[in-house]
């Protein structure tokens, strides 16, 4: 190999590794960005997210539980930050990795202005999670009346039973 052969081997690999480089710079400031949002939304900065979701950042991108930025804004009963995000696309029934979705973390913690938001918003008021608990389960479960009552209102269905239940062995009757 003679001398310019060997200069374009090394121009070609620098360029390579620079766009390799840059890729993962890239890619890092996305995760980065995504995790922001998620941090953003979980304490309510409707601002923040604001100008996260303006800048592109996915309103879905989700942590290594499958937690959207709607599941954290969900669990603080931040309606406001919610109704944010669901305008900017975030998937209403997006469940996490135990199929729990952000209406069961707000009827489990009787943010019952955020269970509106999401139910209006067409969220699955008989979702089941992986033990198919449904938001009406957890709003009885953790003694909120008032997101039972909502939940009701919009349809839950109060006959439907968990896993619990079938394995206890209650019947119908």
């Known amino acids: 190999m003679d001398g310019r052969e060997q200069e374009t081997m090394e121009e070609d690999e620098e360029s390579g590794s620079e766009d390799s480089g840059s890729e993962e710079s890239s890619w890092k400031k996305k995760k980065e960005d995504e995790k922001e949002l998620r941090e953003a939304a979980e304490e309510g900065d409707t601002d923040r997210v604001k100008q996260l979701l303006a800048e592109g950042v996915n309103p879905n991108a989700c942590d290594l539980v499958?937690?959207?930025?709607?599941?954290?804004?969900?669990?603080?009963?931040?309606?406001?930050?919610?109704?944010?995000?669901?305008?900017?696309?975030?998937?209403?029934?997006?469940?996490?990795?135990?199929?729990?979705?952000p209406l069961h973390r707000v009827a489990e913690n009787g943010h019952h202005e955020t269970v509106s938001v999401l139910l209006t918003a067409g969220a699955d008021v008989n979702a089941g999670d992986g033990l198919e608990n449904t938001p009406l389960h957890n709003a009885a479960t953790y003694g909120h009346p008032k997101c039972a009552e909502i939940l009701l209102q919009h349809g839950a269905d109060a006959g439907l039973r968990n896993m619990v239940s079938r394995f206890i062995g209650f019947s119908d009757a």
Do not use: F, R, Y
């Open 66 to 101: 499958q937690d959207s930025p709607l599941h954290k804004a969900a669990l603080n009963g931040h309606h406001e930050t919610v109704s944010v995000l669901l305008t900017a696309g975030a998937d209403v029934n997006a469940g996490d990795v135990l199929q729990i979705t």
